[in-house]
């Protein structure tokens, strides 16, 4: 099983809205991944978790926040989101390992629209 | 700033040809390679991961990594209408971070 599952599907929330997306894993990977996606760009990387605690944060604004409750579940909560975060949000996971990185598995995407 | 280029395409090949794809990547320490597949509106699907110099096949497709030219690539043989898609090169610089490419869109013709 190579799933990752991301709810919801579609979000539509407004700027003053709080929202969060969430990502679940059944496969062990121990590194979960939020990346942010415009429309003809590539994936652009915003947190990583390793081991349930946050590795890599590129600079995002603090509007976004993610929290990884356990090795199978990522959210990514959303508050006061601008017009321009409107994107389609991908959760990734894999296996950690020593030097290079195993292969990393999408979710479907949340496809978020902030109005 | 690490970097992993291709050419946007499109890519324009008919039913039945081989596909090549290109990527090159400018941090000589990535030690991993990866091509994913993504139909608009999609997320991202992993077709093919390489990690040494050579050739690995899989299918249809055969990946391709020339680390000391920084540079590797993805052979879709006998190419299908289905395989029309934006495909990713995806490189791992360090820990577990991916850097992807731009992308490049592939039209296969009937």
């Known amino acids: 099983d190579t799933e990752v599952t991301q709810t919801p599907k579609h979000l539509v929330m407004g700027m003053t809205n709080k929202k969060s997306l969430k990502c679940e894993q059944h496969?062990?990977?121990?590194?979960m991944y939020w990346y942010k996606q415009k429309a003809k760009k590539p994936p652009e990387l915003m947190f990583v978790?390793?081991?349930?605690?946050?590795?890599i944060n590129e600079s995002v604004p603090s509007r976004f926040s993610p929290e990884c409750p356990n090795s199978s579940l990522l959210n990514l909560h959303l508050h006061a989101l601008q017009p321009e975060d409107s994107a389609l949000y991908l959760c990734?996971?894999?296996?950690?390992?020593?030097?290079?990185?195993?292969?990393?598995?999408f979710g479907q995407g949340t496809r978020l629209t902030v109005v | 700033q690490k970097e992993v280029e291709q050419n946007s395409g499109p890519l324009s090949v008919p039913e039945g040809a081989i596909a090549s794809l290109n990527c090159t990547y400018s941090d000589r320490g990535s030690q991993s390679f990866f091509w994913y597949r993504q139909y608009s509106g999609k997320s991202p699907e992993l077709i093919m991961f390489?990690?040494?110099?050579g050739d690995k096949e899989d299918g249809r497709f055969t990946a391709q990594l020339n680390k000391a030219s920084q540079y590797v690539s993805l052979l879709i043989r006998d190419s299908q209408p289905s395989d029309s898609a934006t495909y990713l090169c995806?490189?791992?610089?360090?820990?577990?971070?991916?850097?992807f490419g731009g992308g490049t869109r592939l039209m296969v013709k009937p």
């Open positions: 995806a490189v791992n610089n360090a820990g577990n971070m991916l850097t």
């Open positions: 990734a996971s894999s296996q950690p390992s020593t030097g290079r990185i195993a292969e990393a598995f």
């Open positions: 496969m062990g990977h121990r590194a």
């Open positions: 390489i990690y040494s110099n």
């Open positions: 978790y390793s081991y349930e605690k946050l590795s």
